[in-house]
């Protein structure tokens, strides 16, 4: 499946090619991005929603997880916006993990598309922002506002655990390992 953003391996070496603070740190959570999907790719709905013996954690889960993640932390909570579909109309009801639960009944075409559209809406998101220090307009869970910088840094942490559990997902599944 065809992915919006090229699948670049690691970001640009500031050695070999200056970057600024927005390239560097966007580039980064573009890369962890890409780690994830990577992980994902070419796998089964059976694959995705293969778990280890030791955990309930899917691959299918945390990229639905990373997706919901994407538009909450850009979309609602960094400029205010309302949640899109599928979050909008999620059985919250159901707890905090349904998109990680949920996602064995989703396709792995769905499931990428819907983590790639997220990943670009966030990434209009980001370039819109006039500077690293534009301030959040959304919910900010009480704590106050974030600026773009915290954001961008919070969402690499994000993934950056994430693909540790990925790597451990995949390489169960069919001994694949590496980014």
Partial sequence: MPSPVPRRPEPVDPVKAPTTERQALTEFLDFYRNVL???????????????????????GG????????????????????????????APRDEGEDWAITSAKHDSPEWLLTTFDDACARSREV???????DTMSQGDTLG??????????????????RHAGHADLLREAIDGETGD
Avoid: C, Q
């Fill in 37 to 59: 999907a990577r992980k994902a790719e070419g796998l089964s709905a059976d694959d995705l929603a293969r778990t280890t013996a030791a955990s309930s954690l899917t691959l």
């Fill in 62 to 89: 945390l990229i639905k997880h990373m997706a919901l993640v994407e538009d909450i932390w850009f979309g609602v909570r960094f400029m205010g916006y309302e949640p899109v579909e599928p979050w909008a109309s």
């Fill in 126 to 132: 980001t370039d819109a922002a006039p500077t690293m």
């Fill in 143 to 160: 704590r106050g506002p974030w600026n773009l910088r915290w954001v961008l840094v919070h969402m690499i942490e994000e993934y950056a």
